[in-house]
C-alpha cells in the first residue's frame, strides 16, 4: 500500500513507516503532520487516481527531526576577459518526516 501526496508544490510516493525529507517546515520533533492533497492512492485491492487530489484520502506524518541540512552546494560565476568572479554557496534545509498512517475517512452522513 503506497501513496503519491502533493507537499508544497513536489509530489513525494510514501508508505506507512517510511521516512521522507520535504522542504522546510516550521514544527518540532513530534509534532504531528496531516496531508489531504493525496493524487494517487495504491492497495491490494485498488487504486485510485484524484482529478486532481483523491477525495476523504489522509495521510499522517510525525516529525521526527525539524532540521536537516543537505550538503553545501559551490556556485561560481566566471565571465571570460572581464575579471569577473563570484563564488558562493548554498545549503537547502529539509525536515525529516515519518508516515505513520495512511487512511480514508469516513463519510459523515447527512441528516
Known amino acids: 500500500m503506497y501513496a503519491i501526496i502533493d507537499i508544497?508544490?513536489?509530489s513525494y510516493k510514501v508508505a506507512k513507516d517510511a521516512e521522507v525529507l520535504i522542504d522546510l517546515r516550521e514544527a518540532k520533533e513530534g509534532d504531528k503532520l496531516s496531508f489531504e492533497t493525496v493524487t494517487l492512492f495504491r492497495d491490494d485491492k485498488e487504486i485510485k487516481?484524484?482529478?486532481?487530489?483523491?477525495a476523504k484520502m489522509k495521510v499522517e506524518a510525525k516529525v521526527v527531526d525539524p532540521?536537516?541540512?543537505d550538503d553545501k552546494k559551490t556556485v561560481f560565476?566566471?565571465?571570460n576577459k572581464t575579471n569577473y568572479r563570484v563564488k558562493t554557496g548554498h545549503r537547502q534545509k529539509y525536515t525529516l518526516i515519518k508516515?505513520?498512517?495512511i487512511k480514508a475517512e469516513k463519510a459523515v452522513k447527512a441528516e
Open 99 to 101: 508516515i505513520t498512517d
Open 67 to 69: 532540521l536537516v541540512k
Open 8 to 10: 508544497g508544490g513536489k
Open 77 to 79: 560565476k566566471y565571465k
Open 49 to 54: 487516481v484524484g482529478q486532481p487530489y483523491v
